[in-house]
């Protein structure tokens, strides 16, 4: 499946650096999603977008940022990360917030 | 609270059709049984949905029981591509998707 883009795959990063992690969708769709999937964890929603307005947000730390600027592309900020969130980042969108949501292959992302 | 019981892990020889079962006997009338999996490090990937009816697409069958209490995710003829963990999940259309543990299927050679 190559609808759903993460940039980068992997991401090693210090508690004190600021990154990004960026999504890409092709398929046309208006809602988008934040995912963290920890080691031995089930997935966890994270923010949920829809027509670029954040519609939904799951008791998040504010050291997450989600940014949507247009329909195709979502971003989540990072700053002064701790090591537990050391995780796979994933993304996924859907035509509406209703509908299947399809997934990138994630961000491995590692907080030393 | 994933709403559905999966097994924790599976077998199934290569060639074989896996069968994967899923109870949610609390599945209301307007929420539908979802499946994806996930294989080691990727994203989860959409296979199949359904609400009432038995349901076929290129990649799996589904079938729901009467009662709508427990469903079965089949794999016809499955490789060892498809060693993934399975989920089930039951949702309304606008409701989040939670993902409980899945299934881990093994596909022997």
């Known amino acids: 499946e190559t609808g759903v883009t993460q940039t980068p795959r992997h991401l090693v990063m210090g508690m004190t650096n600021k990154k990004s992690l960026k999504c890409e969708q092709h398929?046309?769709?208006?809602?988008m999603y934040w995912y963290k999937q920890s080691a031995k964890k089930p997935l966890e929603l994270m923010f949920v977008?829809?027509?670029?307005?954040?519609?939904e947000n799951n008791s998040v730390p504010s050291r997450f940022s989600p940014e949507c600027p247009n329909s195709s592309h979502l971003f989540l900020h990072l700053h002064t990360l701790q090591p537990e969130d050391s995780a796979l980042y994933l993304c996924a969108s859907s035509p509406r917030r209703a509908d299947t949501q399809y997934f990138g292959p994630g961000t491995r992302l590692t907080v030393l | 609270d994933a709403k559905t019981t999966q097994p924790p892990s599976m077998d199934c020889a290569e060639g074989r059709a896996a069968n994967l079962p899923c109870n949610h006997s609390t599945i209301s009338g307007n929420e539908y049984v979802y499946w994806y999996r996930q294989i080691h490090s990727q994203g989860p990937q959409y296979i199949i949905h359904g609400l009432k009816n038995n349901e076929t697409n290129e990649m799996a069958s589904l079938i729901i029981t009467e009662d709508r209490k427990s469903s079965t995710l089949i794999l016809p003829h499955a490789t060892l591509r498809d060693t993934a963990v399975y989920y089930c999940?039951?949702?309304?259309?606008?409701?989040?998707?939670?993902f409980g543990k899945g299934t881990r299927l093994h596909i022997l050679p």
């Open positions: 977008y829809s027509l670029e307005e954040r519609v």
């Open positions: 398929l046309g769709h208006n809602a």
């Open positions: 999940i039951v949702r309304v259309r606008d409701d989040k998707i939670i």
